[in-house]
């Protein structure tokens, strides 16, 4: 059957397929369709980025505390923003306030990457009690806050040689290096460099002035080296009969600056006077009234004896206080630390110097005996002497 030609057209007229051209006036083509996921990921960062910043922050915290713990620096406290530190406290010598300063520097934590330094800048809020006894503020071994001076701290400790400071120029700084790794002796094993540039010419003898704290350290056992405010000092523990030596390389005069403490001290001798106040206290042990650090006064015959003994030793005294674990922590560091203060004072009194001694608390933190024994908890209350070590 066929269809009349009206219907034919008609169907033809539905048939074809209009199009148009589009102009290029309208909006060009976007994904629309990702701008959740773009959203999420700029909310994912920005997240990220606060959590990552306490994360950095808690692993530096950690660390430096860690640190603290390791070398048993129970005075020190921090406080950490991002990967700046500050250590805050009165070290018992400026030394140990020096050596717990690096000590965080180097301190490394594990990251995806492998062992990394956390902590970008270390610095140190140290109390009066820092400065060494017998020397003027100013003269003690610690490097200054200023950044256009140069000066340095070099620290013969164990096997190991630490050079801390700050240098002219980079001449200067490998010629320290060079100086400290050449014809150095078997007991020296590492030499570690932090020194810094300050990009300023050399002022003339600095050079030689870094070099004799170089030579001089390596012949000793172990001390420091350092120049501060245009002051040379050399602390020193070696053998006997190496000290003339010692000594008289150390006092030449410097053309840049001049020389200050040298202190020596003969290993043979500081071996024989701890041995001797070791005994000494053992024998007859000074004791307090419970809970308190009033000596008792059956003990003035044992501190006349100690104070003749420490009147012979070298260098400077440390009376350190012990306790056993019976009450807190806080509690025990604070009256070992006045035990230890009021035996230096009754030191002081029988004629020994006020600038030869110090007085330190370790609290329970170093037991001798069993703490769960009444002998042993009677062991770990106790008063100890012993000379300031060069490299302290």
């Known amino acids: 059957m066929s269809l009349g030609p009206e219907v034919s057209a008609e169907k033809a007229a539905h048939s074809v397929r209009r199009f148009r051209a589009a102009s290029g006036e309208g909006l060009p083509f976007f994904p629309y369709g990702l701008l959740p996921v773009i959203g999420f990921v700029l909310l994912t ?9 306490h994360s950095i922050e808690n692993v530096v915290r950690l660390t430096a505390g860690q640190t603290i713990l390791d070398t048993g620096a129970q005075w020190a406290s921090l406080d950490v923003s991002g990967q700046w530190v500050t250590v805050a406290g009165t070290p018992p010598t400026p030394e140990a306030g020096e050596r717990l300063l690096s000590a965080i520097r180097t301190a490394r934590a594990p990251t995806w990457l492998g062992p990394a330094r956390p902590a970008t800048k270390v610095t140190g809020n140290f109390g009066e009690g820092s400065e060494r006894p017998g020397q003027a503020s100013g003269s003690t071994p610690r490097l200054s806050s200023g950044t256009d001076t140069p000066e340095y701290l070099f620290r013969l ?30 007991r020296i094993e590492l030499v570690e460099s932090n020194l810094e540039t300050i990009g300023i010419a050399a002022p003339d003898g600095f050079r030689d002035a870094a070099l004799r704290g170089v030579e001089t350290l390596k012949l000793c056992n172990s ?9 040379f000092d050399l602390r020193c523990e070696l053998p006997g009969s190496e000290a003339e030596r010692v000594r008289t390389l150390a006092s030449a005069p410097l053309d840049y600056g001049s020389v200050g403490e040298i202190q020596i001290l003969v290993q043979e001798v500081v071996e024989t006077c701890e041995e001797e106040l070791t005994r000494l206290l053992e024998a007859s042990r000074i004791e307090f009234d419970p809970g308190s650090d009033r000596i008792a006064s059956s003990k003035a015959a044992v501190l006349d ?23 807190g922590d806080g509690i025990n560091e604070s009256l070992s630390r006045r035990r230890a203060e009021a035996v230096r004072a009754a030191l002081i009194q029988r004629g020994v110097a006020p600038s030869r001694i110090i007085a330190a608390g370790y609290g329970s933190a170093q037991p001798l005996g069993d703490n769960a024994t009444e002998d042993g908890r ?9 000379i300031l070590r060069a490299d302290e």
């Not at 001390?223 to 002051?231: D, I, K, V, W």
């Not at 009147?311 to 019976?326: F, K, M, N, Q, Y």
């Open 305 to 327: 004896l100690t104070a003749r003994a420490a009147a012979d030793c070298p260098g400077t005294l440390r009376v350190e206080g012990h306790t056993d674990i019976t009450g």
């Open 378 to 386: 009677a062991m770990n209350r106790r008063i100890e002497i012993r």
């Open 45 to 53: 960062l920005a997240a990220w980025s606060g959590f990552a910043h």
């Open 223 to 231: 001390g420091t080296a350092s120049l501060n405010a245009l002051q």
């Open 157 to 186: 400790s164990g096997a190991r040689l630490t050079l801390d400071g700050r240098v002219p120029d980079i001449a200067t700084r490998d010629a320290v290096i060079e100086a400290a790794n050449t014809n150095r002796p078997q």
